[in-house]
């Protein structure tokens, strides 16, 4: 099995610490997210990773090397410029597999990748999305109107729940590769959105248990580094 890693971002939420350290190298006690990443998917039954890179990508080569320290085979893949969150897969559809794993290079999740791989499969899935429930607090009164601004509701800090994408993917290589062409910019809501658009199986995977958040936020980060340094066995494979 194969993975590829997005790890070309500039990670400007996170700047200024982001200016001068890729955000995949950010530290979560004594392992960069990349690292525990790495471990994750290894964990899970992959082999062969290939990292898309841009931002610092020399700080990533000297810290990753060719992935044996991991029990990993490590390829690198550099943008000459940004490619977005699916362009980068334009260059590598002929050497990924048939089924692989797309992800973002600074996911803090306990996800089960093992069972993604087998329901990717048994559902004979062209994408498989990992998504995550989150909750939404507006912390305002919210006014319901009419069309003539009357009154029909007032909702006091109200709270939904929606369904968020992850970052983390199982894509099949001949659903896709129509759809990507080297050195051209690509998100991957397009290109799922295209692949749905075409007929494609196009198919979302919840795990209730699991636990996912998204680092790039400076109060998210600090709230992952707190997290991985309580409960870090629930981060790591065995």
């Given at each position: ?36 990443l790495?471990?994750?998917l ?62 973002n290079?600074?996911?803090?999740t ?28 507006i ?27 992850m ?72």
């Amino acid at each position: 099995m194969k993975a590829v890693v997005m790890a070309g971002g500039k990670g400007t939420r996170l700047q200024p610490f982001t200016a001068s350290f890729p955000k995949p190298l950010m530290p979560l006690g004594d392992m960069p997210v990349l690292e525990l990443l790495l471990r994750q998917l290894r964990g899970a039954g992959v082999e062969e990773v290939i990292l898309a890179v841009n931002h610092l990508h020399h700080l990533i080569r000297a810290f990753c090397g060719d992935g044996s320290r991991f029990g990993l085979k490590i390829d690198y893949s550099l943008e000459d410029s940004p490619l977005g969150t699916a362009g980068p897969l334009g260059a590598l559809i002929d050497k990924v597999g048939e089924n692989f794993i797309v992800t973002n290079g600074d996911l803090l999740t306990t996800f089960d990748v093992k069972q993604l791989i087998g329901t990717h499969a048994d559902r004979q899935s062209d994408a498989t999305i990992c998504v995550y429930e989150r909750e939404v607090k507006i912390d305002f009164g919210l006014i319901q109107v009419d069309g003539e601004m009357n009154l029909q509701g007032y909702l006091e800090k109200p709270m939904s729940k929606h369904l968020v994408s992850m970052g983390l993917y199982m894509l099949n290589r001949d659903a896709v590769k129509p759809f990507v062409s080297e050195g051209v910019h690509l998100d991957m809501p397009e290109l799922l959105l295209k692949l749905n658009g075409a007929g494609k199986k196009v198919r979302c995977h919840l795990q209730p248990e699991s636990f996912w958040l998204d680092i790039g936020r400076p109060d998210d980060y600090s709230t992952a580094q707190k997290l991985f340094e309580e409960r870090r066995e629930l981060f790591l494979p065995d």
